[in-house]
């Protein structure tokens, strides 16, 4: 039973031709240095931003707080979403900083790896993860927030090449 792995991206790569769902089998491919850029934000009140920005709110740190989620998050992303590989993980980091107009904040996780299968699903949990603290963290000064605009930026690495957003 193998799933079809369609380079020009017409065809899902963990569905096989009965419809069943599996994990793709990475032990053909080479081992090279993998890296994923993920992006995304949290938009919300002049209460609520200047609560996470104050850095001593009444549940801690926000960011600093929000950061270390993320890094955990793409750390356990295998365990989170079924189809993806547990990954030997080199770095991971997660910047949270105010976003230019209005208030929110935006989040960017970097991750890298040397190995047989690429971390954008790990960027992309690191980032989701992030906004899901903040949320948490911030939900008793403004239930209201908005969470947007979770995307890969860019990735490196691996057969299919290199990728960037076209913004």
């Given at each position: ?97 105010p976003l230019d107009e209005g208030n929110g904040l935006n989040v960017v996780a ?58």
């Amino acid at each position: 039973m193998t799933g079809s792995n369609d380079k020009d991206g017409g065809s899902l790569t963990h569905i096989d031709s009965d419809g069943r769902a599996f994990m793709v089998d990475v032990s053909g491919k080479g081992i090279s240095r993998r890296r994923a850029l993920a992006s995304g934000r949290v938009n919300m009140s002049d209460e609520a931003f200047k609560a996470a920005m104050s850095g001593n709110g009444k549940k801690g740190n926000v960011v600093s707080t929000a950061e270390i989620s993320g890094i955990m998050a793409a750390k356990k992303t295998s365990d989170l979403i079924p189809m993806c590989h547990p990954l030997p993980i080199s770095k991971v980091s997660v910047k949270i900083d105010p976003l230019d107009e209005g208030n929110g904040l935006n989040v960017v996780a970097e991750v890298v790896t040397t190995g047989q299968t690429g971390v954008e699903m790990e960027a992309l949990t690191a980032v989701s993860v992030a906004c899901l603290t903040l949320y948490d963290m911030l939900k008793a000064v403004d239930k209201s927030m908005t969470l947007s605009d979770i995307k890969l930026i860019e990735k490196s690495g691996g057969v299919s090449g290199d990728y960037k957003l076209k913004l």
